[in-house]
T-cell receptor, first 113, second 113 residues
Framework: DAGVTQSPTHLIKTRGQQVTLRCSPK?????VSWYQQALGQGPQFIFQ???????QRGNFPDRFSGHQFPNYSSELNVNALLLGDSALYLC????????????FGQGTRLTVV | KQEVTQIPAALSVPEGENLVLNCSFT??????LQWFRQDPGKGLTSLLL?????REQTSGRLNASLDKSSGRSTLYIAASQPGDSATYLC????????????FGKGTLLTVNP
């Protein structure tokens, strides 16, 4: 079992650009959540996808959007990048309702310059 | 709004010492509580999951307890080793239709040889 995999591992973008991050959940998991982690802080919830629908969203602007595919993999898109979007982006997968154990990927380090 | 606090923010101990990390949360209506480990610049590794109906969970040298009514959890690490050095994060999933993990800022543990 490969666990949760994220790509790419590192990314450098310029202010104003758009970025897409990808996540493949742990085998058998159908729920994917995305988190943003700034240096020295705990991860902050962005949104969660279940059955290809956004089920819950955190306090992030509409520039942050996502998608879940029929195979349960997911994408996080961020438009009009700001310097403050620089962070570690983490994907977590879990079973059905999302209240079971969550497993995280290794993260994508996004740097906006 | 659920808030999670972890004390202490940092801890340095000699190898072999037993130690306790503390986590508190403001809303006791949770589904479960999960402890994670994070190495610098890496993703999160799940250590223990305690469901709201449980009082404690054990895995090897780790033991986590949960007192839901008082909004507290502790992570006990026995016979600490240098390889235990990492940031330890506590997270809760709230009740009702709240499926997100709410994290504390973590405790940075250093175990000195």
């Amino acid at each position: 079992d490969a666990g949760v995999t994220q790509s790419p591992t590192h990314l450098i973008k310029t202010r104003g650009q758009q970025v897409t991050l990808r996540c493949s959940p742990k085998s058998g998991h159908d729920t994917v959540s995305w988190y943003q982690q700034a240096l020295g802080q705990g991860p902050q919830f962005i949104f969660q996808y279940y059955e290809e629908e956004e089920r819950q969203r955190g306090n992030f602007p509409d520039r942050f959007s996502g998608h879940q595919f029929p195979n349960y993999s997911s994408e996080l898109n961020v438009n009009a990048l700001l310097l403050g979007d620089s962070a570690l982006y983490l994907c977590a997968s879990s079973l059905n309702s999302g209240i079971t154990e969550a497993f995280f990927g290794q993260g994508t380090r996004l740097t906006v310059v | 709004k659920q808030e999670v606090t972890q004390i202490p923010a940092a801890l340095s101990v000699p190898e072999g010492e037993n130690l306790v990390l503390n986590c508190s949360f403001t809303d006791s209506a949770i589904y479960n509580l999960q402890w994670f480990r994070q190495d610098p610049g890496k993703g999160l590794t799940s250590l223990l999951l305690i469901q709201s109906s449980q009082r404690e969970q054990t895995s090897g040298r780790l033991n986590a307890s949960l007192d839901k009514s008082s909004g507290r959890s502790t992570l006990y690490i026995a016979a600490s080793q240098p390889g235990d050095s990492a940031t330890y994060l506590c997270a809760v999933i709230g009740g009702g239709s709240n499926y997100k993990l709410t994290f504390g800022k973590g405790t940075l543990l250093t175990v000195n040889p």
